[in-house]
């Protein structure tokens, strides 16, 4: 059969630029969420997460946007540099369900 | 502070021979999960471990696949025969708790079935 996973959404930025980085997930009952990166031949690495009482959290050149309503999730880089180029990974779980489900990664491109 | 050691990093098998994945958590953190990752998706659960204690191994095909952490620290997952579908990189994480609090993930083992 079709294997679709090896088609991964790309995203490709000027350095400099700022980066969205889209999620919708599926489960309304999920509560916690958490942004991957994952660079090749590494883990992912955790970048930032949030919980569902909120809809906005922000780190350092990192924020995530949480829209309940409309099940969607984002990862907003700022000024993207080619260090930032990997996969992304946004993953659910639901209350004390220590499982975390993970989206179809994004394939973020920065060009020099 | 070292974070999550997998080894080997990388392992080339013939199909039906065994093979097995180690890992060892950050120090301090209870729980220990093991994921297979296949080529351009996201990480699957197979196994989460409490200390010692397998909590839940339902998505694990425990007719070839195994997994112990006998004294509540290092891991070992165990694959016995390897099946060519078995070829994807396999995770470890750990968390000092379970319930949605952020796992961190090891390097992975990038496993390669012939």
């Known amino acids: 059969g079709e294997n679709v996973g090896l088609h991964l959404p790309t995203l490709s930025v000027q350095e400099g630029d700022n980066s969205i980085i889209n999620c919708a997930y599926s489960?309304?009952?999920?509560?916690?969420f958490i942004w991957y990166k994952q660079e090749s031949g590494k883990g992912p690495q955790f970048i930032i997460d949030?919980?569902?009482?909120?809809d906005k959290r922000q780190g350092q050149r990192v924020t995530v946007l949480l829209n309940k309503t409309v099940k969607h999730l984002s990862l907003q880089i700022a000024a993207t540099q080619p260090g930032d180029s990997a996969v992304y990974f946004c993953?659910?779980?639901?209350?004390?369900?220590?499982?975390?489900?993970f989206g179809k990664g994004t394939l973020l491109t920065v060009n020099p | 502070e070292a974070g999550v050691v997998q080894s080997p990093r990388y392992k080339i098998i013939e199909k039906k021979q065994p093979v097995a994945f180690w890992c060892n958590p950050i120090?301090?953190?209870?729980?220990l999960y093991w994921y297979r990752q296949n080529l351009g998706q996201g990480p699957e659960l197979l196994i989460r471990?409490?200390?010692?204690?397998?909590?839940?191994d339902s998505q694990l095909p425990k007719d070839r696949f195994s997994a112990e952490r006998l004294k509540g620290v290092d891991s070992t997952l165990k694959i016995q025969p390897a099946e060519l579908g078995d070829s994807a990189v396999y995770l470890c994480?750990?968390?000092?708790?379970?319930?949605?609090?952020?796992?961190?993930f090891g390097p992975g083992t990038r496993l390669l079935v012939l």
């Open positions: 993953a659910e779980t639901v209350g004390s369900n220590y499982k975390l489900t």
């Open positions: 489960n309304s009952a999920s509560d916690y």
């Open positions: 949030i919980r569902s009482n909120m």
């Open positions: 994480a750990s968390s000092t708790i379970p319930g949605g609090e952020t796992q961190y």
């Open positions: 120090s301090g953190h209870n729980t």
């Open positions: 471990y409490e200390n010692e204690e397998a909590v839940d």
